[in-house]
């Protein structure tokens, strides 16, 4: 009898190698294709040698050799290429089969992919997968949406091969309808932005501002993350500020180039929020950020021509570095609190039900954002499902009440260097504007009836009634319909 794979995978980059890895040593037998074959070769004579694989050449020949109904996961570049090689596929399936991308993919795509297979009869998941090489490998966080029909049949597989946190619980779990799991997935990217921005501009505090060493800031991300900064991103932190490069022997972050890249998924978050009317500041600034740092030799040349402050810290180091800690923390949940109020504003705008604090399970292990508060985010949203906010909420709330004089104390400090702090400084104005019962919003709205007509409630009448002022006496009583 021929043998038969539980599920197919197409694209052997380096996610998708390892998750191949991950499911057979779960026990389940992979039927693996990869566009140039000799990849395929190479691995069924290297890794993937003497094991549960089944190396294909063709599109074919692993559909005839998947068990039904079949399973094929997609590993492929976000974009044109998944269209591709669904168009490829569709023709070979049989209605009831499977097809997931469990790529980047922009969450409208996974929206239109699962119309289109639902039209030709296939059940079509989107998976965000976040973890990198090694969760991909040992457990990533999976958060998979789409069909659900096809949830009963990948549910065995995806959470056997999940990350696992406190008994034994795996981190996936059905998110929701058509493209939802590809936007928890970029929301997840975005916070990720924002997480790595704030690590950063600490670094960037402790070394201009406090005169720190490599070596002796990997000592104070390592106390921190023992503490309530206890996260992966923090970890990794503690130990790249360790390393000495081999060839000069001097710290190897500070002969690493200052110039970061971005893959498009913080673009996209930041894109959602002003698409849906969510502010989400802080995760924007993390992407312009790497853009300021992308224009390398433009900073050169102003760093030579731009004056700033000549302020050197002298006070007491340890204090700071307590106030910095608590600032970064404050900080943090403001990025958390955004992206979760982007996540609501998707699902209200895409008739989404969304678990929030089930969301926040699927990121205590094996993602990127991996981190130990994301319990209390849990514990937040069973406590109250319909929280508007993360700020809201009784701890968060406490937490952030407490750090204000550090937070601005960082902040100051950093404007007294000149030291950009564009995630610390966003957070703190989100903090202060979400709490103003009274924003300069007025101002501005008249402004716009000025202008252009576009009319203002008034606080003395009930909301929803409009009203326009003839500020010139020229522009007659006509008013735009759009406010």
């Keep these: 009898m021929t043998r038969l794979a539980d599920i197919g995978l197409i694209g052997m980059a380096v996610m998708g190698e390892n998750l191949m890895l991950n499911m057979e040593s779960r026990g389940f037998t992979v039927a693996c294709y990869n566009r140039t074959t000799d990849k395929v070769d190479r691995f069924m004579n290297g890794r993937g040698k003497g094991r549960n694989f089944i190396g294909c050449h063709s599109l074919e020949e692993m559909v005839v050799c998947l068990k039904k109904p079949r399973r094929i996961m997609m590993m492929v570049r976000a974009g044109q290429p998944v269209d591709d090689l669904m168009q490829a596929l569709m023709p070979l399936l049989e209605p009831g089969d499977i097809l997931i991308d469990g790529g980047n993919s922009h969450?409208?795509?996974?929206?239109?992919?699962?119309?289109?297979?639902?039209?030709?009869?296939?059940?079509?998941?989107?998976?965000?997968?976040?973890?990198?090489?090694?969760?991909?490998?040992?457990?990533?966080?999976?958060?998979?949406?789409?069909?659900?029909?096809?949830?009963?049949?990948?549910?065995?597989?995806?959470?056997?091969?999940?990350?696992?946190?406190?008994?034994?619980?795996?981190?996936?779990?059905?998110?929701?309808?058509?493209?939802?799991?590809?936007?928890?997935?970029?929301?997840?990217?975005?916070?990720?932005?924002?997480?790595?921005?704030?690590?950063?501009?600490?670094?960037?505090?402790?070394?201009?501002?406090?005169?720190?060493?490599?070596?002796?800031?990997?000592?104070?991300?390592?106390?921190?993350?023992?503490?309530?900064?206890?996260?992966?991103?923090?970890?990794?932190?503690?130990?790249?500020?360790?390393?000495?490069?081999?060839?000069?022997?001097?710290?190897?972050?500070?002969?690493?180039?200052?110039?970061?890249?971005?893959?498009?998924?913080?673009?996209?978050?930041?894109?959602?929020g002003l698409d849906l009317g969510v502010a989400i500041p802080q995760i924007a600034e993390a992407v312009f950020a790497r853009s300021l740092s992308a224009i390398k030799e433009e900073r050169l040349a102003a760093a030579n021509r731009l004056q700033g402050p000549q302020f050197r810290f002298s006070g007491d180091r340890q204090a700071m570095l307590q106030h910095l800690q608590t600032a970064v923390y404050a900080a943090k949940i403001c990025s958390y609190a955004q992206g979760f109020q982007l996540l609501r504003a998707a699902a209200n705008e895409f008739n989404w039900q969304l678990d929030y604090g089930q969301i926040a399970l699927l990121w205590r292990g094996g993602c990127i954002i991996r981190a130990r508060f994301l319990g209390?985010?849990?514990?937040?949203?069973?406590?109250?499902?319909?929280?508007?906010?993360?700020?809201?909420?009784?701890?968060?709330?406490?937490?952030?009440?407490?750090?204000?004089?550090?937070?601005?104390?960082?902040?100051?400090?950093?404007?007294?260097?000149?030291?950009?702090?564009?995630?610390?400084?966003?957070?703190?104005?989100?903090?202060?504007?979400?709490?103003c019962g009274r924003l300069p919003a007025n101002l501005l709205q008249a402004q716009r009836d000025y202008f252009g007509a576009h009319t203002y409630e008034r606080l003395d009448r009930p909301r929803g009634q409009f009203f326009h002022t003839n500020w010139t006496g020229r522009g007659g009583d006509t008013a735009s319909t759009v406010y």
């Design 107 to 272: 969450y409208p795509d996974s929206m239109r992919r699962s119309r289109e297979a639902e039209e030709a009869g296939m059940l079509f998941v989107g998976a965000g997968v976040s973890g990198g090489e090694e969760g991909a490998l040992t457990g990533p966080s999976i958060m998979p949406g789409g069909d659900t029909r096809a949830w009963s049949a990948i549910k065995p597989i995806f959470q056997a091969i999940a990350a696992k946190v406190d008994n034994n619980i795996p981190c996936c779990e059905w998110v929701g309808p058509d493209g939802s799991g590809h936007f928890v997935k970029m929301v997840h990217n975005g916070i990720e932005y924002g997480d790595m921005q704030l690590i950063c501009e600490a670094y960037h505090i402790m070394s201009q501002a406090l005169g720190m060493t490599p070596a002796e800031m990997s000592g104070v991300f390592a106390a921190w993350n023992k503490g309530e900064l206890d996260s992966y991103l923090i970890e990794i932190t503690a130990e790249i500020l360790a390393r000495n490069d081999e060839e000069t022997g001097k710290p190897l972050v500070d002969v690493i180039l200052d110039t970061a890249g971005q893959k498009g998924t913080g673009k996209w978050t930041s894109q959602a």
């Design 376 to 435: 209390h985010i849990n514990t937040a949203f069973k406590a109250d499902p319909n929280l508007a906010n993360l700020l809201l909420a009784p701890y968060f709330s406490e937490v952030v009440t407490r750090a204000q004089t550090s937070w601005r104390e960082t902040v100051k400090l950093a404007i007294d260097c000149g030291i950009p702090v564009p995630a610390l400084s966003t957070a703190l104005n989100y903090y202060d504007a979400y709490r």
